[in-house]
């Protein structure tokens, strides 16, 4: 009888053991990281967590990839080319909403590092009133956290200025230089380039707008069959994005090291403005989700049965966290 027991406890815990080492072996330790962007902002954390070694120490050998156009990057994540992606909260809400198995699992800024740069008569947000605010384009980011911005200071985007859509980078520059626009969103990179031009700050958006601005993404059925190479990634990048929060001239100083460019000083200043949109631990701010769904459901891009629930998957993250603690 008691032989009988025996066996059948070794038994059970060779299938236990055999189950682990399955589970063990389906893990990667090699994982693709897609973007659509190589700014400092987008890039510093995840470039300092290879360098420090931090994504090492979870066992796990990181590729971070330069894919031109979100839209290029979404379609690579949805093809399997790429494990995790840097991208837009906008677009894992709209893939969502398309069906595609695409889901928020992190967060690494809660806030937009854009800051409002005026012309050099529009140096307050009371003397946006009446003015032309120039935005990328419609349905855009950039409109969409003017619109926000706005509302949150009492005024109505339809009625108390007039949203017009430029387009990129250079010919907001051009439309702001020759007046043809009071104002305009910009990145850290582009803002300091603007006041070193004498054009006054508005307000630093990555201080005052909780509306979350690059997430990480990745494919639902890569969630379920990799949850422990998921979580590893993701307490690297933790690791990362804190080491960037605590240390600005050693995470400067490693970006680069790691193959970052620009001038130092210029470098340092728009860090200044970009650092305070980073989250601490990846969390992912459920509210600001919802204000974007919000939106795209004002405008009609996606329908109104979309909700937070839908597009984030938090639990692995949680797990990394806590183990983190």
Not at 171 to 191: D, M
Not at 305 to 315: I, L, W
């Amino acid at each position: 009888m008691q032989k009988r027991i025996l066996l059948t406890l070794l038994a059970a815990l060779l299938l236990a053991f055999s189950g682990t080492l399955s589970s063990f072996a389906q893990e990667k330790k090699v994982v693709r990281v897609g973007f659509a962007s190589v700014s400092w902002d987008t890039q510093l954390p995840i470039r300092v967590a290879k360098a420090r070694g931090f994504f090492k120490s979870q066992g796990l050998s990181v590729e971070h990839v330069f894919i031109r156009g979100g839209a290029t990057v979404l379609a690579a994540m949805v093809s399997g080319d790429l494990d995790f992606a840097d991208m837009g909260a906008q677009a894992p809400i709209r893939a969502r909403s398309q069906g595609l198995n695409i889901y928020i699992i992190g967060v690494w800024r809660d806030k937009v590092t854009y800051a409002l740069v005026g012309d050099k008569n529009t140096r307050t947000i009371a003397d946006l009133r009446g003015k032309v605010i120039g935005t990328t384009g419609p349905g855009s980011l950039s409109e969409f956290v003017v619109r926000t911005f706005l509302k949150r200071n009492q005024m109505d985007p339809d009625k108390d200025v007039t949203l017009r859509a430029v387009g990129g980078t250079a010919v907001r520059t051009a439309a702001l230089e020759n007046r043809l626009i009071a104002a305009a969103p910009f990145t850290a990179g582009e803002t300091v380039e603007l006041l070193r031009k004498g054009f006054p700050l508005i307000i630093n958006l990555a201080e005052a707008l909780d509306i979350p601005h690059t997430v990480i993404a990745a494919r639902g059925n890569s969630l379920d069959r990799y949850p422990e190479t998921t979580k590893r990634f993701l307490k690297g990048a933790i690791m990362g994005l804190q080491f960037v929060k605590r240390n600005k001239q050693e995470a400067i100083k490693t970006g680069f090291e790691a193959g970052l460019t620009g001038n130092p000083d210029m470098v340092s200043r728009a860090y200044n403005l970009y650092a305070p949109a980073y989250t601490s631990d990846l969390s992912i701010p459920r509210k600001g989700i919802q204000a974007m769904i919000e939106e795209d459901i004002r405008t009609g891009v996606i329908d109104g049965t979309m909700t937070v629930e839908k597009v984030v998957q938090e639990e692995i993250l949680k797990k990394a966290q806590e183990e983190l603690r």
